[in-house]
């Protein structure tokens, strides 16, 4: 088993930035993916971006491309997303998760381990 746990969510102005934590625990991680996803009311789970451990190479969604970037702290065990240049279309839950398996990295089904979600508003 796999906890995660986000944390860093918040409201923020347009134009602003926040920074997403995910701690894990459970489990050696080195050869899982870890993707950051996000949910606006309404809306389906997309992909925002992931982080393969194995070679740190990274993906992103276009929309976040520029803006938006992944790192890790390995020793806390711990990954990040760094948002900046908000936008109030990026408003949503940002879940973290945890592919064992990871392929290609991009699909909410690939992913075993699910944080519980923190909320992201940007607004004036």
């Known amino acids: 088993q796999v906890q995660l746990v986000e944390s860093g969510g918040g409201l923020v102005q347009p134009g602003g930035s926040l920074r997403l934590s995910c701690a894990a625990s459970g489990r050696t991680l080195s050869r899982y993916a870890m993707g950051w996803f996000r949910q606006a009311p309404g809306k389906e789970r997309e992909f925002v971006g992931a982080?393969?451990?194995?070679?740190?190479?990274?993906l992103y969604a276009d929309f976040v491309k520029g803006r938006f970037t992944i790192s890790r702290d390995s020793v806390k065990n711990t990954v990040y997303l760094q948002m900046n240049s908000l936008k109030p279309e990026d408003t949503a839950v940002y879940y973290c998760?945890?592919?064992?398996?990871?392929?290609?990295?991009?699909?909410?089904?690939?992913?075993?381990?699910w944080g519980q979600g923190t909320q992201v508003t940007v607004s004036s």
């Open positions: 982080l393969f451990l194995s070679d740190s190479r990274t």
């Open positions: 998760a945890a592919d064992s398996y990871p392929m290609g990295g991009r699909r909410v089904d690939e992913y075993d381990y």
